[in-house]
C-alpha cells in the first residue's frame, strides 16, 4: 500500500546515513545538478517548474514558476535566491525535519534553482532556534563544495555559486519575505511595505525570490522526472505531494508526505497515516493548516458545504471561503478532540501573535495585544458577553488593514473559533466555574465526529 | 495624470502620491497622516490612519483594489479613483485606527506639553469616537533622558519611527532606534546614551506626540498661551529659519518652521533650538500664519481675514438652493454626516459668523 504512494520528498530518507554525502550521491543524489547544468539551459529549468504546477509551500501557495517568471533581470546587477528556512509557524515543522534528515536534497535544490534564476550568491535562512540544523546544512554545504557541486565552475559548467546558511534571531516575523530580507541585510526584521515586491527590490534591492525549503527540494525531482510527471500527481491545481506535520490528539502524529487530493478522512483514520484519534475520544476540531489559518469543526472539515468529501487539496480546503472552508496553509494539522479547550485554544494562539508581532503597523501592534488580553479575561472566567462581539471587530479590524500578512493570521483564528465555536465562548462567560476548572470539558451543542 | 479622489478630479506629476494629490485638492480630502513625513525618506506606511479606498486602479486596468491602501505611499496611476471621506469602510477603519492607536496612549493631555499641536488630538478629535472599549492596562515605561535637552516619554509614543528616521538621515551617526517587538517596542538610544549630535532636537519637532519633548520648555506653558512669531538668525550650522513662541516679552520656546501639515520645513540646529532665547539673538520676520482649526490660533486672528480653502470655495461655488421648486421627494438625497458638516460650518460664535460671511461673500464676488 505504502510502495504506491509518490515519494517526491521522503524517498530517500529512511536511509541510514543520507545526511552525509556519501551516501546520498550513491543514491542518486546530485544528479539534478548534473542533469540541470549538462543537459539544460536555465530557461528550460524555469519551464519544467512551471509545467509542473507547484505552489509554494510556505503558506500562500503561489504558483512557483510564475513566481520565478516574475523576478526582474536587469543588466548588471545580481540576482538572489532565498530560502526560507524559518519555520516557525505554531503546528509546522516540516522544515525543520526534512532540513535535519536530508539536508542535501536541499543543497541540491537550491543549486538547481539558483542556476534557473542565474543566482550566483544563494542564502538559507534558518529559524535562529535551530543551531543544530544550522550546523548540519554547514557541514553539508563543506561537502558538496568540495565535491564540487559548489564553488567556482561547478563541474566545468562555467557556473558559480556560492551558498550561506544564516540563522535567524528566532523571532516569526522573519518568516514574512520582505522581513526575513531586512533580517538578511543585518536590519530590524521588519516587513516592508509592498509594492515594491523582491522578484524587483528585493535583498540589497536586487531582485530576489524566496521560496519555502520544501518547494526548493522538489526542483531535483521536478529537475530529474519533468515538469509533466509532477503535474501528473495531485489533483487540479493542487500538484505533486505536500508534507503535513501532523499534531494533536492523532495516535500517530508526525511528518507525512501525502499526495495533494487524499480525502481528510482517510489522511486522519488511515493507519496508512494518522491512524485515527486516540482511544476513546472524538475529533472535535481541526487546525488544517498551522496556527493562522481558521479553525473548522471536525463535521465541516471531513465534508464540504456541499457535502462532498473533503481534499486535501489548495482548493478543497478553502472550499466555501471562510464561512465553511480554511485553508491549506503550510501543512501544520492539528487535530483536538472534545477534551480540548476552543477558548483556551485561541487565547494561546493570540498570546503567541501579540509576542511575535513586530510592532510596526498599529493594528497589529495594539490589536494582537488587545485581542490576547480580553481572551484571557474569558478563558479565566472574568469575560462578559459584549466581550465576543468586540473580538470579532477588533479582528475585522485588524484585517487586511496591517503591513504584512501577520495581522491577518492573528485575526483568522479569532475570528472563526468565534464563528464556530461560539457557544463554547459563552459558556465560558455564563458558567466561568465550571469553565476554569481544571479538566473542563464543554458539553454543550457541537458535533463530534 | 488624473487622479480623482472624493469625486474631485485633479492633475498631478507621475510617482506623486495618493496623499499629496489629496494634500493638493485641500485639506478637507487630505487623509490623516500620523507616520508619513514628507521630509523624510522611507517614512510612512506604518500608522495605516490615511488608508483609502481605490475604486479604480487606472484608467487602463480600472478594477478596484482588493485591500484598502496607504495612500502615503501608494503612487497615483493615470485615472485612478480614490474614496477618501465618501467611503464607509474607510471612515469605519479609520475609526478601529484611532481606537488601536490610544490603546496605550496614556491620554494625559492636561499635564502633556504637546497638548494644543498634537497630531494624535486632532487626529481622534476627527475621526475617533468618544469611548474606549479598552479595559485592561495599559502598558508604560519609565521616562528617560536623551541627552541635557531631550525627554522620552515612552508611554504616549505611538511608535512611527519618524524620529528613527530623523536620527538616521539629519543626525550623523545612528544610535537612535527600536527596541523590542509588538507593544512592548520602544524608542531608545542605544543604550539611553545621550544624542550627541548638533541636530538631534529635530526629534522633538517631528514626534506627533508628546513622547520627545524639548526640557528647556517643558512644563513652562499651554501651547495656546503663547504668540508664534517667525524669526531668523545668521547661523553657522543650520538656515536660522525659526518660529519663536513668546509668552510675553519673553521667548519660551524655539522651533523650526512648519507648513500646514505639522512638516518641518528647514531643520534647525541645537544652538537655535536651546540656547538663543533672547529676542536680541533674532531677526522678527513677522506673525507665524496659524490654521484658523488650531487652538494655538483661538482668538488671536481675525478669522474673516482668511480666504476659504479650497474644498469650501468649492462647496459654495456649488451651492445650489434645493428649494428651488422643484419636487425633490422622489430625489434619493444623502445628507451629509453631521460631523462632516460641523467641519465645513465653523463653531458658534462671532468668528463662525465672519467665516461664514467670508465664504458668502467670496461666492458672491464670483
Known amino acids: ?449 | 495624470m488624473k487622479v480623482t479622489i472624493d469625486n474631485i478630479t485633479i492633475e498631478v506629476e507621475p510617482g506623486t502620491t495618493i496623499l499629496q494629490a489629496a494634500r493638493k485638492i485641500g485639506p478637507e480630502v487630505a487623509p490623516p497622516a500620523m507616520c508619513y513625513y514628507e521630509p523624510l525618506k522611507a517614512s510612512g506606511g506604518k500608522c495605516r490612519a490615511c488608508l483609502v479606498k481605490v475604486t479604480a486602479g487606472s484608467e487602463k486596468d480600472p478594477r478596484p483594489m482588493p485591500k484598502l491602501v496607504p495612500s502615503c505611499i501608494t503612487q497615483v496611476q493615470d485615472g485612478m479613483i480614490v474614496e477618501n471621506t465618501v467611503n464607509e469602510q474607510v471612515l469605519e477603519t479609520r475609526k478601529g485606527i484611532v481606537e488601536f492607536l490610544l490603546l496605550n496612549h496614556p491620554l494625559d493631555c492636561p499635564i502633556c506639553d504637546q497638548a494644543g499641536e498634537c497630531h494624535l488630538q486632532d487626529f481622534s478629535f476627527q475621526h475617533g469616537v468618544q469611548q474606549t472599549r479598552y479595559e485592561e492596562e495599559r502598558r508604560t515605561f519609565e521616562k528617560q533622558d536623551l541627552g541635557p535637552n531631550i525627554q522620552l516619554h515612552m508611554t504616549r509614543c505611538i511608535l512611527c519611527y519618524r524620529c528613527v528616521f530623523t536620527a538616521d538621515q539629519i543626525t550623523g551617526n545612528r544610535v537612535h532606534g527600536v527596541l523590542n517587538r509588538g507593544d512592548h517596542a520602544e524608542i531608545s538610544t542605544y543604550i539611553e546614551k545621550a544624542i550627541d549630535n548638533d541636530f538631534s532636537g529635530n526629534v522633538i519637532d517631528v514626534c506627533p506626540v508628546g513622547a520627545l519633548t524639548d526640557k528647556t520648555y517643558r512644563f513652562k506653558n499651554r501651547v495656546w498661551f503663547t504668540k508664534p512669531v517667525d524669526a531668523h538668525c545668521d547661523c553657522e550650522k543650520c538656515s536660522g529659519k525659526v518660529t519663536l513662541w513668546y509668552r510675553g516679552d519673553e521667548v519660551i520656546r524655539v522651533t523650526a518652521r512648519k507648513n500646514q501639515w505639522g512638516e518641518v520645513l528647514e531643520f534647525i540646529c541645537n544652538t537655535c533650538r536651546f540656547e538663543r532665547k533672547n529676542t536680541a539673538d533674532w531677526t522678527i520676520e513677522g506673525p507665524t500664519k496659524v490654521a484658523r482649526h488650531s487652538v494655538i490660533s483661538a482668538n488671536k486672528y481675525g478669522a474673516n481675514k482668511i480666504v476659504p480653502e479650497f474644498a469650501r470655495r468649492l462647496a459654495a461655488s456649488q451651492y445650489k438652493d434645493v428649494h428651488e421648486g422643484r419636487d425633490t421627494s422622489q430625489l434619493n438625497i444623502k445628507q451629509l454626516p453631521e460631523e462632516r458638516f460641523k467641519q465645513l460650518i465653523p463653531p458658534a460664535g462671532e468668528s463662525a459668523v465672519a467665516g461664514i460671511r467670508s465664504i458668502q461673500n467670496w461666492a458672491d464676488d464670483k
Not at chain 1, 501532523?246 to 499526495?259: C, D, F, N, R, T
Request: charged share 20%.
Open chain 1, 1 to 449: 500500500m505504502t510502495s504506491e504512494r509518490p515519494k517526491i520528498l521522503t524517498d530517500k530518507t529512511h536511509i541510514p546515513g543520507i545526511e552525509t554525502f556519501d551516501v546520498y550521491r550513491k543514491n542518486g543524489g546530485y544528479s539534478a545538478v548534473e542533469k540541470a547544468l549538462k543537459t539544460m539551459t536555465p530557461d528550460e529549468v524555469v519551464e519544467e517548474v512551471k509545467k509542473s504546477g507547484v505552489r509554494g509551500r510556505g503558506g500562500a501557495g503561489f504558483p512557483m514558476g510564475m513566481k520565478w517568471s516574475f523576478l526582474a533581470k536587469p543588466e548588471g546587477v545580481p540576482r538572489y535566491l532565498v530560502c526560507n528556512g524559518d519555520e516557525s509557524e505554531p503546528g509546522t515543522f516540516k522544515d525543520h525535519w526534512l532540513m535535519k534528515t536530508i539536508p542535501h536534497l536541499l543543497i541540491e535544490g537550491m543549486i538547481v534553482s539558483s542556476y534557473a534564476l542565474g543566482a550566483n550568491t544563494s542564502y538559507i535562512y534558518v529559524r535562529g532556534e535551530l543551531m543544530y540544523v544550522v550546523r548540519i546544512l554547514e557541514k553539508a554545504i563543506a561537502e558538496a563544495k568540495a565535491a564540487g557541486f559548489l564553488g567556482k565552475n561547478i563541474l566545468g559548467s562555467g557556473y558559480d555559486l556560492e551558498l550561506y546558511v544564516q540563522p535567524g534571531g528566532g523571532a516569526y516575523i522573519c518568516g514574512e519575505e520582505t522581513a526575513l530580507l531586512e533580517s538578511l541585510e543585518g536590519k530590524r526584521g521588519n516587513p516592508r511595505n509592498k509594492p515594491p515586491f523582491p522578484a524587483v527590490k528585493g535583498l540589497y534591492q536586487c531582485p530576489t525570490v524566496v521560496n519555502n525549503v520544501e518547494s526548493i527540494a522538489t526542483t531535483s525531482w521536478i529537475v530529474n522526472n519533468g515538469g509533466d510527471a509532477y503535474a501528473a500527481i495531485g489533483i487540479g491545481r493542487s500538484t505533486g505531494t505536500k508534507l503535513i506535520s501532523a499534531s494533536g490528539h492523532l495516535k500517530k502524529p508526525g511528518v507525512y508526505e501525502i499526495p495533494l487530493g487524499l480525502p481528510v478522512q482517510e489522511f486522519i483514520y488511515s493507519d496508512e497515516w494518522c491512524g485515527g484519534i486516540r482511544d476513546g475520544h472524538h475529533l472535535k476540531a481541526v487546525v488544517a493548516g498551522g496556527s493562522s489559518v481558521p479553525i473548522l469543526p471536525a463535521a465541516m472539515l471531513l465534508k464540504t458545504a456541499s457535502g462532498e468529501d473533503r481534499l486535501m487539496s489548495y482548493e478543497s480546503l478553502s472550499d466555501g471561503g471562510f464561512a465553511t472552508g480554511t485553508m491549506m496553509g503550510s501543512g501544520g494539522f492539528i487535530a483536538m478532540d472534545e477534551t480540548a479547550c476552543v477558548v483556551k485554544n485561541t487565547w494561546n494562539f493570540s498570546r503567541f501573535y501579540h509576542h511575535e508581532s513586530c510592532g510596526q503597523c498599529s493594528p497589529c501592534r495594539e490589536g494582537t495585544g488587545w485581542m490576547e488580553k480580553v481572551l484571557h479575561r474569558i478563558e479565566h472566567g472574568h469575560g462578559s458577553m459584549h466581550d465576543i462581539d468586540l473580538l470579532v471587530d477588533v479582528a475585522k479590524k485588524i484585517e487586511g488593514n496591517t503591513i504584512c500578512p501577520l495581522g491577518d493570521a492573528a485575526a483568522w483564528p479569532v475570528a472563526s473559533a468565534i464563528r464556530h465555536f461560539r457557544d463554547e465562548f459563552e459558556w465560558h462567560i455564563t458558567h466561568p466555574q465550571e469553565a476554569t476548572r481544571p479538566g473542563a470539558i464543554f458539553k454543550g451543542h457541537m458535533e463530534l465526529v
